[in-house]
């Protein structure tokens, strides 16, 4: 097993600050979040352009203005306000690919479907939950096309002179601020898992073709 010719792509989590794009739609699928004709390819890269595909565009191609993510300043958006149950549907890991891909590392709902929520961390995007109340508040901001901080060590959200504090289970915290997904997780077990190979080899030679 060559462990050193496995890479780990993520990219750290610590602060982000941006002008946070809003998305007022409920129950907001991976289908709508990244149609099924973009899922032939397996790499992260290139998704980006087709994020909320059906949404941001016509039956031509071309963009529509009124779409929040083809808005100045909102087409940089890094943090995006979703409404409630995003991500339902499938679990396409495209998804939070294709938001990575545009730009997006924050996404912020009352509620997200589990599987979705899951993905995200092994990704490197932070889904932050809040109440509605919250919400609202940072709301005014993306509103006002002004930014806001986040302060994932200190659980934080800071706007203008308030902050909201968020919570977050204390792994995945662990995994977005080392950037470690699935596959930087195995190779700290490296020594191990290759010391049991070298033992299966010694033990059961007939079973490696090599």
Same mark, same amino acid.
């Given at each position: 097993?060559?462990?050193?010719?496995?890479? *780990?792509?993520? &990219?750290?989590?610590?602060? $982000?600050?941006?002008?946070?794009?809003?998305?007022?739609?409920?129950? @907001?699928?991976? =289908?709508?979040?990244?149609?099924? &004709?973009?899922?032939?390819?397996?790499?992260?890269?290139?998704? /980006?352009?087709?994020?909320?595909?059906?949404?941001?565009?016509?039956?031509?191609?071309?963009? @529509?203005?009124?779409?929040?993510?083809?808005?100045?300043?909102?087409?940089?958006?890094?943090?995006?306000?979703? #409404?409630? *149950?995003? /991500? %339902? /549907?499938?679990?396409?890991?495209?998804?939070? !690919?294709?938001?990575? =891909?545009? #730009?997006?590392? %924050?996404?912020?709902?009352?509620?997200?479907?589990?599987?979705?929520?899951?993905? %995200?961390?092994?990704?490197?995007?932070?889904?932050?939950?809040? #109440?509605?109340?919250?919400?609202?508040?940072?709301?005014?901001?993306?509103?006002?096309?002004?930014?806001?901080?986040?302060?994932?060590?200190?659980?934080?959200?800071?706007?203008?002179?308030?902050?909201?504090?968020?919570?977050? =289970?204390?792994?995945?915290?662990? %995994?977005?601020?080392? #950037? $470690?997904?699935?596959?930087?997780?195995?190779?700290?077990?490296? *020594?191990?898992?290759? *010391?049991?190979?070298?033992?299966?080899?010694?033990?059961?030679? !007939?079973?490696?073709?090599?």
């Amino acid at each position: 097993m060559m462990l050193e010719s496995i890479k *780990n792509n993520m &990219q750290k989590f610590n602060t $982000l600050k941006s002008i946070p794009a809003h998305l007022p739609i409920v129950n @907001i699928d991976t =289908d709508m979040i990244i149609p099924k &004709q973009f899922l032939k390819t397996i790499k992260r890269t290139g998704l /980006g352009k087709n994020l909320f595909f059906e949404m941001r565009y016509d039956d031509q191609g071309n963009k @529509i203005n009124d779409f929040i993510l083809n808005k100045t300043p909102y087409d940089n958006s890094k943090i995006l306000i979703a #409404g409630k *149950n995003f /991500g %339902c /549907g499938s679990s396409r890991e495209h998804a939070p !690919w294709a938001l990575l =891909d545009f #730009g997006i590392t %924050c996404v912020i709902s009352s509620s997200f479907a589990d599987i979705f929520y899951s993905n %995200c961390f092994k990704n490197g995007i932070l889904p932050i939950i809040l #109440g509605d109340g919250k919400i609202k508040e940072l709301l005014e901001y993306a509103n006002r096309k002004e930014e806001i901080s986040i302060d994932l060590n200190e659980e934080k959200i800071i706007y203008g002179n308030s902050e909201i504090k968020f919570e977050v =289970d204390p792994f995945k915290k662990k %995994c977005l601020l080392e #950037g $470690l997904d699935d596959i930087a997780l195995s190779l700290k077990k490296s *020594n191990k898992i290759e *010391n049991f190979e070298k033992d299966l080899k010694d033990k059961k030679p !007939w079973i490696f073709n090599d």
